[in-house]
């Protein structure tokens, strides 16, 4: 079985410092991994895709994600943040295309002036 | 591309009255999925669709919700009665591969 668990339900940062949002997954099989954001409001995001080719994925917005498979990690990151990525975040797994998507419980981050 | 669509984008009803939301995917995606959003219990997957066929349903709690899909521009989920506790965002989503494309979800609440 799949899943995914995001180690901090809340990170607050202040603008123009380092964003990480950390994921630990488990999977049986070679896993495909996302990061979706989801803003006030809105529905989710994709923000950027691990599909089993470069370990380090960039997505949107200045975000990246590295895929550690000795850690079963994929801990989202960017290098400073800005006060529009206050949002919630979302680790997910899945095995195939086909596979439905596993959520993790969400990470709100919120961004101080 | 208008994106997944979905209707209405809030429902306000009374506890036993029968809701129906829909969905319209993107145009040429050959999967949907519906998906409710709670604070105590986060983004749960009800059921989707693949080629208009259910496929899996496992996560619809209980006989009260429905879900069909009659063709592929179009699917909905009924809730009937309707109960307090099925309070929610509810969104679909509908993807060709890998990437779900997410509506902007129908905010209901039940009262």
């Known amino acids: ?113 | 591309d208008a994106g997944v669509i979905q209707s209405p984008r809030h429902e306000v009803t009374e506890m036993g009255q029968e809701v129906t939301l829909r969905c319209k995917p993107i145009s040429g995606h050959n999967s949907l999925f519906w998906y409710r959003q709670t604070m105590m219990r986060g983004l749960e997957l009800l059921i989707y669709f693949n080629n208009n066929v259910p496929i899996d349903d496992s996560g619809m709690p209980e006989d009260r919700f429905s879900a069909k899909m009659p063709n592929a521009s179009f699917s909905t989920l009924k809730i009937q009665p309707s109960e307090p506790r099925d309070s929610a965002v509810y969104f679909c989503a509908s993807s060709l591969s890998w990437e779900q494309y997410f509506g902007p979800g129908t905010r209901l609440t039940v009262t």
């Open chain 1, 1 to 113: 079985a799949q899943s995914v668990t995001q180690l901090d339900s809340h990170v607050s940062v202040s603008e123009g410092t380092p964003v990480l949002l950390r994921c630990n997954y488990s999977s049986s099989y070679s896993p495909s991994l996302f990061w979706y954001v989801q803003h006030p409001n809105k529905g989710l995001q994709l923000l950027l895709k691990y599909t089993s080719a470069a370990t380090l994925v960039k997505g949107i917005n200045g975000f990246e994600a590295e895929f550690k498979k000795s850690e079963t990690s994929f801990h989202l990151t960017k290098p400073s943040a800005h006060m529009s990525d206050a949002a919630e975040y979302f680790c997910v797994v899945t095995t195939s295309e086909t596979d439905k998507l596993i959520f993790g419980t969400g990470t709100r981050l919120q961004v101080f002036p």
